[in-house]
């Protein structure tokens, strides 16, 4: 609980108390999304964003941008809408607040309208294609089980958590330093993961075959599925991308945080799994051989993951061992167990859907709310704002939420991009995200 | 015309085992010989084929230059060598014309011109090379010593993980656009800084190919749209039913339709599995049964070759069914999964009827964490294989055999060998399909007079549907080339 929660909970006692069926209890409801998309959602702030500028208002912008567009709706009863497209900001709007989809996903810029693919297609020429795409990226915590001990599947704790924090930082310091892109937008997916939207218009253009290169770029898990051991293996000294990534940011999580919140190395099995990645049986034996031995020796007082990653590094990194892939062994564990884990399929085409920012998660009633590269430390899964707690908000007449006074056009987006980066500003507390982004 | 000329005039070393390349960038304006029109495509086609078979056995870069280069050889010089060049120009349009006019003709086409084009061009002397560079026009400048300087630290890096020489103070790099070298950036073989690649001299095979490739690919296109708004109806009764044969010809069987060995009901599918399933199949059919789920590419590649099978759509839905089920719950299927199949069946979506994965295909996928598909050959770990050898039954002496090969990244190759040892008959064709593998074990354990009664009895099924029904017609090409 923070201290948001229970002031909110406060605030319903006094307001909501005495007039009974006023109280909106947790978890999600297909109701309140109503209210959300009635009051809440950024409908101008996703056109804005959208239209790349193409918004009509100078004489050289493509007027039928946006409405190439793709959008996808999902709807309560499991109904699959795709290939929706709007002309304009009111259109779109007006169409989420009808349908009222539990999901919205966007997808590509084609080269016709989308909702007209079929009468271009009588030409036979094969016109209707994806012609803009943001470069995207999807990380999902469920990817990372073999790797984390706390949770699995769909769950996440604030234990497992940074992986994904880890995951922003390296991915979005090379978009930036290694490829130059400027606009890029992480975003909380809802429940177990993030996504990242790289809008520049040079990665809005890429090809399949560019995408997946940079896909590749970012690849490290070795082309191997779960019948092979061994996850990550460097056949010579680190790219410069590896050796930045690992000396600034994983190294330091791997033997500061990821160590320890996993503890690695506590049991048979756990450090079994660490010894199979050393392709040496000498060094493996002997390390099994002091560990088995489970002596509780002089430095008990040190935490035994800490204690025997530095004895499995002393053995590796020893002037004994002459081979360089021994001593790579040490960087290759601290990759599988912390480099970011990237779903491919869907960077690396164009015509891949990704749910929009904003959405709400039906089954955590979590908003998916943007998150701010420099401090996605920050983020806790477990306090971003569900729909419940924000309409309590609306309801206790907040004088932040003071929606009927033009909230959605207050934007102070510039005109594409970073969009929502005023929201980001420190200190402000999840619960606000989405209400700051829009004021 | 203007190319033919310029070319014709620098081909004047017919010891060079590759002559000069051309840039294909206009169809040259010269009469063919109908007869040669067919002739010098088939040649060519025998070059694009030997690259395709070879890389789809993993062969190495080395390899591959010393093969192309005897293709070319075998296959591509005009008796008399001042043709050399126009053979080489008027087979590659002519294959454009053949190879335009469906998706996965111009993948695959692409993709062998790109490779041919390649390693012509690494077999070029230097001269060639820069002189192709300056025809290309390519948007790249050599860095500055300055920047070089700046750069040095990281350059020397990127060699290193490769095991290059480090750069020499007098060494040529090349500053260009990333997207321009992508097979560079993904195989991270070039240091990037703010979107601009550094690619060393030895690498700008690499910037020349994207940009043949490009150009070829838009031109595929352009070829496409010409070929169905006009050439293929005024050529009706000379060009057309050549072009239709020749791209027949060389791409192997599809195994979309297969339906040779009519249905196969779920009850037999567990006996099958044992005994004629390739390795990469009959895991994915393990993996099912013990975890009752698998990962959206296991359901494809298993999907789908259960459809080549045979497998009807009702049955696969209840199969998949009953497995999934037992992890995820009758109704979550129905509402999550049923309809993937369904697509896979050609009932959803846009409609196609999707074709089963090829071994070029597998072997080339990614399969990441979680996953059970691709090919065991190239994705397991050698302990892995073994143990899965051993229980598909392969012996020892075939079982090293099996791993050599692997280790020399003939994936193929060891999966035929894997296919001999346990059906104790040879393989001459070699496995270049699951569903090939499947075919040839079901014939060798069939006896043949069952087979040809099915078949016999399918095809007249009445309540076949009309789509599938009008595939089955029989081709009419042989008619037509006479």
């Known amino acids: 609980m923070t201290k948001e929660e229970s002031k909110n909970g406060s605030d319903d006692m006094l307001i909501d108390g005495p007039k009974q069926g006023n109280v909106i209890p947790d978890g999600f409801n297909p109701n309140y999304l109503k209210v959300y998309y009635g009051r809440l959602f950024p409908h101008a702030d996703i056109f804005k964003w959208m239209s790349y500028g193409n918004d009509g208002r100078h004489p050289a912008c493509d007027k039928s941008y946006f409405g190439r567009r793709e959008f996808s709706f999902t709807l309560d009863n499991d109904i699959y809408l795709r290939f929706q497209s709007f002309n304009s900001e009111s259109e779109l709007e007006n169409s989420i607040k009808e349908k009222c989809p539990s999901k919205i996903d966007i997808g590509p810029v084609y080269s016709v309208d989308p909702a007209k693919r079929h009468a271009y297609a009588q030409g036979g020429d094969n016109v209707f294609a994806p012609v803009e795409r943001e470069l995207i990226f999807d990380i999902d915590i469920t990817d990372y089980d073999d790797v984390r001990y706390c949770c699995s599947g769909a769950d996440v704790c604030l234990e497992c958590w940074p992986l994904m924090t880890v995951a922003i930082k390296v991915i979005d310091t090379a978009l930036r330093d290694d490829f130059g892109f400027d606009h890029i937008l ?254 | 015309m203007e190319i033919v000329r310029s070319q014709r005039s620098r081909t004047n070393t017919p010891n060079d085992s590759v002559s000069t390349l051309p840039l294909y960038r206009y169809a040259p304006q010269l009469e063919v010989r109908l007869e040669d029109f067919e002739v010098f495509a088939m040649d060519r086609l025998r070059v694009l084929k030997g690259i395709s078979d070879a890389l789809a056995r993993g062969k190495r870069p080395e390899e591959m230059e010393n093969l192309v280069r005897d293709l070319w050889k075998a296959n591509m010089r005009h008796p008399e060598a001042s043709e050399d060049v126009n053979k080489d120009i008027i087979s590659h349009f002519v294959l454009r014309l053949v190879y335009c006019r469906t998706e996965d003709l111009r993948k695959w086409f692409l993709s062998m011109e790109t490779a041919l084009y390649r390693y012509r061009f690494l077999l070029g002397s230097s001269e060639a090379k820069r002189a192709l560079m300056e025809e290309f026009d390519l948007p790249c400048k050599a860095i500055s010593r300055t920047e070089f300087e700046n750069a040095k630290e990281k350059l020397e890096q990127v060699a290193r993980s490769f095991d290059q020489p480090l750069p020499t103070a007098d060494a040529i790099f090349y500053k260009v656009p990333f997207e321009e070298v992508p097979e560079l950036v993904a195989g991270r073989r070039v240091y990037i800084h703010k979107g601009h690649a550094y690619v060393a001299m030895h690498q700008v095979v690499s910037l020349v190919v994207t940009q043949f490739r490009s150009n070829l690919s838009k031109a595929l296109i352009l070829t496409n749209r010409k070929w169905t708004s006009t050439i293929r109806e005024q050529e009706k009764d000379r060009l057309t039913p050549i072009v239709e044969a020749l791209s027949m010809s060389y791409l192997g069987p599809d195994y979309s339709q297969t339906k040779e060995f009519g249905e196969i009901s779920i009850k037999d599918l567990d006996q099958l599995a044992r005994s004629s399933f390739p390795l990469c199949m009959r895991h994915l059919f393990d993996k099912l049964r013990e975890d009752h789920h698998l990962k959206h590419g296991g359901r494809m590649q298993l999907g789908l070759f259960l459809k080549g099978v045979g497998l009807r759509m009702e049955d696969a839905l209840a199969f998949w069914k009953a497995e999934f089920s037992h992890k995820v719950g009758a109704e979550r299927f129905d509402k999550e999964y049923a309809y993937s199949i369904r697509h896979n069946y050609g009932k959803e979506g846009k409609r196609t009827d999707y074709t089963p994965y090829s071994c070029q295909k597998i072997i080339s996928s990614t399969p990441g964490v979680g996953d059970h598909h691709g090919c065991p050959y190239r994705h397991f770990s050698e302990e892995n294989l073994r143990a899965a050898l051993g229980r598909m039954g392969v012996g020892s002496r075939a079982m090293e055999d099996v791993v050599d090969k692997v280790r020399n990244r003939h994936y193929q190759l060891a999966c035929t060998l894997t296919f001999e040892a346990v059906h104790s008959s040879s393989c001459d064709a070699g496995i270049n399909h699951p569903n090939q593998y499947f075919s040839d074990s079901h014939k060798i354990l069939q006896p043949k007079s069952k087979i040809t009664n099915i078949q016999v009895q399918i095809v007249g099924q009445p309540h076949s549907d009309q789509a599938e029904m009008a595939k089955f017609r029989p081709s009419n090409l042989q008619t037509c080339k006479s």
């Open chain 1, 186 to 439: 992480w975003v909380y997916s809802g429940r177990r993961g993030v996504h990242c939207w790289v809008c520049d218009g040079k990665a809005r253009r890429l090809t399949n075959e560019q995408r997946g290169a940079i896909a590749d770029y970012f690849r490290v898990y070795k082309v191997g599925n779960e019948n092979s051991n061994k996850k990550v293996s460097f056949p010579g000294p680190l790219h410069p991308f590896l050796v930045r990534s690992y000396t600034e940011v994983l190294r330091e999580f791997f033997e500061e945080k990821l160590l320890l919140s996993q503890n690695l190395f506590s049991t048979e099995e756990r450090y079994e799994k660490i010894l199979s990645m050393i392709p040496d049986e000498s060094v493996t034996s002997e390390l099994r051989g002091k560990w088995q031995e489970n002596r509780r020796s002089s430095n008990s007082k040190e935490d035994i993951n800490f204690f025997r990653w530095e004895q499995l590094k002393n053995t590796l990194q020893s002037g004994k061992q002459k081979v360089q892939g021994l001593r790579r062994c040490v960087e290759e564990i601290v990759f599988a167990f912390t480099y970011p884990r990237l779903d491919m399929e869907v960077s690396k085409h164009r015509n891949h859907l990704l749910k929009a920012p904003f959405c709400v998660h039906p089954k955590t009633g979590r908003v998916c709310i943007p998150i701010d590269p420099k401090d996605c430390e920050e983020l806790d899964p477990t306090t971003v704002p569900t729909l419940s707690e924000l309409l309590r908000e609306l309801n206790t007449g907040d004088s932040r939420m003071d929606v009927d006074n033009g909230m959605l056009t207050q934007v102070t987006m510039s005109y594409c991009f970073p969009p929502f980066s005023t929201l980001s500003s420190s200190g402000i507390k999840y619960h606000c995200l989405l209400i700051q982004a829009v004021l």
